[in-house]
């Protein structure tokens, strides 16, 4: 008997589909990898199994990166397994290649990414069967295209299923969007690697479509931040008597009028009406009004406020952001453990705030369990707020939450029919914002009675203008549900009463000096926002109309483009701050100087939508959508390859601290600081005193560059780079070059140890603090350079011991080292990064007694099940 194969994009999507046939298929033998029935074997990914490479021949490693072989522009592109999936993949395989298996059926999410899921794992198939190279096999290929996970609507769609030919404009679309990634990606990275890497080393400078655009806004803002000029400026704040009461007001102008105009950063766009810009014309408002009667105009209205959406991924990161600082990493993590392991949440990675409109029974059951269930520790308290949306019947068709139109792969995330049992602590506050909002978005609006008052005091034959807000929550609805939580955010105030036709009488008045404010530093949440609404920042209505649903990457990538951005040193964490670094400045400065500006614009995302969008609609073909990429790819090799000048014109620093050499200005540009005399440029030459902005692929930030030539030493310093591509840590220091007469900037490893053995000078360790007794001869050790070495190992050495501040990336700080000395061994620490796999992992430093050394000691393994069981049984 033939069967269909089933493949899912997840396993708990194959068992949805799995319970949805059993009524009209019949019971479903349960394997491995697959359940089977008389028809059907239902299996499924765990998302990307295979990933797009180039040919080996176009596979140049890293170290070897040149123009000589840019651009890489292969014929074709091969398959590589992804090594964690591999287990999952080669059972596909098997099951794809079944005789019995006659028809494919795509059942991966309804999406462009869903369907090159599919498309690869089928071609990966095909590519390995040196015996025929039919399209798919030759098995009939169908789409199962489901945008309700329902029982009702996995049987509608089994129904209704598509046919391949209906398939391919989407098809072609996700391998173009897959391939123009990679071919920008490996161009743009190794041609700006090529660059940078002129002089010497191996400067990696990674570019991407979505990354370098991202990267792009928060180095414009940072522009915008240090540019900024502050600008003196008086509030005026009065207070008034009435017979009720005493109530605040701020001076205002009313004949204010913003320039629309007003260039950004300039004094014009920082005017406002409540502003004034000189000290004596605001004391003299104050003086004017201090103590003089006024009259009152109010008027009050009503106002709601609905509940805010549902969330998708990118709210829930950016809220979690906000509320209590985890990371968009961070955020997807927990979301994704509630999803899988406690099975709590749905499917996190969505865009969509909506829900299927056939959603409504299980919207009903869901909030039944809420206000049935005894959900433990703080989320009790939501069980009686989900009870009276039962009761009140506040669950109903209601298109701000259910509309298929809103649906896109995914829908929203909300709980799921299963209680939480055993979250930990960062896993319940996620699970209950979600649940609050699952709740809160049935309620009925919150209404205010929002009231503006203005006072008027009469001087002379002018009025000033005072202006107090107040707003007062009527009827709570939805926010009954959060409490606390948004009463504490809000800025409800409830104004004393003035009659009509009261005099006031101004009680005191304040003149608040203040300044001007540079635009606040992205957070992760602020940056979230950006990179979801980057539609906004283009001209083009074409482009912006194909990002509006789109934005800078997806709810599922955001996360790791942020996290990206870290690890390849282009911003940095600083509390909740995101800060660029001289890294991130340097890579716009190039791009914008070479004149391939498009690498850092959201305008290549929204055309790339806009004519993805058209072949989706069969209005544009595969092969001129390529040919386009590869054109543009070209451009940017060759803007690279030829560009001949000896620097990339940019805004550059001037250095505070002087020439070490002459005590003339030293100045930034593109690739060095150079002396540029006493008079700092001009007809006058500089001494010749130039030294490497980016030593070993690691560019200087301006604050280090300053110390190292105030001080003459720096470090140590992570983030350097062999020729080869390997990272290390080493100190800088200045040096006195006596055959040139001048001083030169050179690494120092630490090796004032071996220099003693050699007969170097001892050191002098008096007035530095020992960390404790060698443990090699028992003299004391002491930090000294980029090490923490013995005393006995300098001058005539009789030691060796020595052990680098710095161990695979990991900084081991002194109070870490005297653990060590004393215990044995210091904390566990987190960061080391393996030169070979380049990933993180965790260990103990250690002394070794019998290598006579430092090293590592990992983690005890916890006992595996099985092994457990086996224990069990023969006990």
């Not at 807000?469 to 948004?486: H, I, M, R, S, T």
């Not at 955010?489 to 009261?502: C, F, I, K, Y």
């Not at 062999?722 to 040096?735: H, I």
């Amino acid at each position: 008997m033939s069967k269909a194969l089933v493949i899912a994009e997840k396993p708990s999507v194959a068992q949805d589909i799995v319970r949805a046939l059993t009524p009209v298929d019949g019971k479903f033998e349960k394997h491995d990898e697959y359940f089977e029935s008389d028809h059907y074997v239902v299996s499924s990914a765990v998302g990307h199994l295979v990933e797009i490479k180039a040919p080996e021949e176009y596979d140049v490693k890293r170290g070897k990166w040149s123009f000589a072989h840019l651009p890489v522009i292969p014929p074709h592109f091969d398959l590589n397994p992804i090594d964690k999936s591999k287990g999952r993949l080669n059972a596909l395989v098997k099951l794809i290649k079944r005789k019995d298996v006659t028809t494919l059926i795509n059942a991966c999410d309804a999406g462009r990414e869903g369907e090159l899921i599919f498309r690869l794992i089928a071609q990966y198939a095909q590519d390995s069967t040196a015996t025929t190279r039919a399209k798919g096999l030759g098995k009939e290929v169908k789409r199962l295209w489901l945008q309700s996970m329902t029982p009702a609507a996995i049987r509608d769609g089994f129904d209704q299923l598509r046919s391949d030919a209906q398939m391919q404009p989407l098809a072609s679309a996700a391998r173009c969007r897959s391939e123009a990634d990679w071919l920008v990606g490996i161009n743009g990275t190794r041609a700006m690697t090529a660059f940078n890497s002129r002089d010497g080393g191996f400067f990696l400078t990674t570019v991407g479509r979505v990354q370098t655009p991202t990267l792009s806004i928060v180095v414009e803002r940072e522009e915008k931040i240090r540019k900024h000029v502050f600008r003196d400026y008086w509030e005026i704040r009065g207070t008034f008597g009435a017979a009720a009461g005493s109530y605040d007001g701020k001076w205002f102008d009313p004949a204010f009028k913003k320039d629309k105009s007003a260039v950004d950063g300039s004094a014009e766009a920082e005017f406002k009406a409540d502003r004034v810009w000189s000290a004596a014309e605001a004391q003299a408002i104050a003086d004017a009004v201090r103590g003089k009667a006024g009259t009152v105009t109010e008027e009050a209205k009503p106002s709601s406020q609905s509940s805010p959406l549902l969330y998708d991924l990118t709210t829930l990161q950016r809220e979690a952001n906000s509320r209590f600082g985890f990371s968009a990493k961070t955020t997807l993590g927990l979301a994704q453990a509630l999803y899988e392991k406690h099975k709590v949440l749905t499917y996190p990675r969505t865009d969509s705030r909506a829900l299927p409109e056939d959603y409504l029974s299980v919207v009903q059951q869901t909030m039944g369990m809420i206000a049935d269930e005894d959900l433990p520790g703080p989320l009790k308290a939501l069980a009686q707020h989900a009870r009276k949306a039962i009761n009140d019947g506040y669950i109903k068709p209601n298109k701000r939450v259910f509309d298929n139109a809103k649906v896109s792969d995914h829908f929203a995330i909300i709980p799921t029919l299963q209680a939480p049992r055993s979250l930990t602590e960062a896993e319940a506050k996620l699970y209950d914002m979600v649940v609050k909002r699952f709740i809160a978005v049935f309620y009925p609006a919150a209404e205010f009675m929002v009231t503006t008052r203005i006072t008027k005091v009469p001087v002379g034959g002018a009025e000033h203008h005072f202006q107090t807000n107040g707003k007062v929550l009527v009827k709570p609805g939805w926010q009954a549900v959060y409490g606390k939580e948004v009463a504490e955010e809000g800025d409800d105030t409830t104004l004393v009463a003035v009659q009509p036709g009261e005099a006031v009488t101004n009680e005191d008045v304040l003149v608040n000096a203040l300044k001007t404010k540079p635009p606040a530093r992205y957070s992760e949440a602020t940056l979230l926002s950006a990179m979801e609404g980057a539609g906004k920042l283009i001209d083009d209505e074409e482009l912006k109309a194909a990002m509006q649903e789109k934005g800078l990457g997806t709810p599922a990538t955001r996360a790791a483009i942020i996290e990206g951005l870290i690890l390849e040193k282009y911003m940095y964490r600083e509390g909740r701050e995101l800060i660029p670094t001289a890294k991130a400045f340097q890579l716009m400065t190039l791009l914008r100087g070479l004149g391939v500006e498009e690498l850092t614009k959201p305008e290549l995302t929204g055309n790339w939508e806009y004519q993805l969008a058209e072949m989706e609609k069969g209005r544009l073909s595969r092969e001129a959508f390529m040919a386009e990429i590869a054109a543009m790819t070209q451009r940017v090799v060759q803007k690279a390859k030829e560009y001949d000048r000896d620097t990339i014109p940019g805004d550059y620093a001037t250095l505070k601290t002087p020439c070490p050499n002459c005590g003339g200005v030293v100045k930034e540009n593109y690739r060095r600081f150079t002396c540029t005399g006493k008079q700092g440029g001009g007809d006058e030459a500089g001494c010749g005193f130039s030294m490497t902005k980016i030593p070993a692929g690691r560019s200087f930030e301006l604050a280090e560059v300053e110390e190292l030539l105030q001080h003459h030493r720096i470090g140590p310093l992570e983030g350097f780079r062999s020729k080869a591509g390997w990272p290390f840590t080493a100190e800088l220091r200045m040096v006195r070059d006596e055959e040139t007469a001048n001083w030169k900037m050179e690494f120092d490893f630490g090796d004032d140890a071996k220099k003693g053995e050699e007969g170097g000078e001892e050191v002098d360790f008096s007035g530095h603090t020992s960390l404790g007794a060698c443990p090699k001869c028992g003299g004391h050790v002491y930090e000294h350079g980029s090490n923490y070495v013995c005393e006995r190992t300098t001058g005539t050495a009789t030691c060796d011991f020595k052990s680098g501040k710095i161990i695979l990336q990991q900084p081991v700080p002194p109070e870490q080292m005297g653990k060590l000395l004393h215990t044995g061994k210091t904390d566990l620490l987190e960061n080391f990064v393996s030169n070979k796999t380049r990933r993180k992992f965790k260990a103990f430093l250690s002394w070794d007694a019998k290598a006579g050394k430092v090293g590592f000691e990992f983690e005890p393994r916890a006992p595996r099940v099985a092994a457990k069981k086996v224990a069990k049984k023969a006990a």
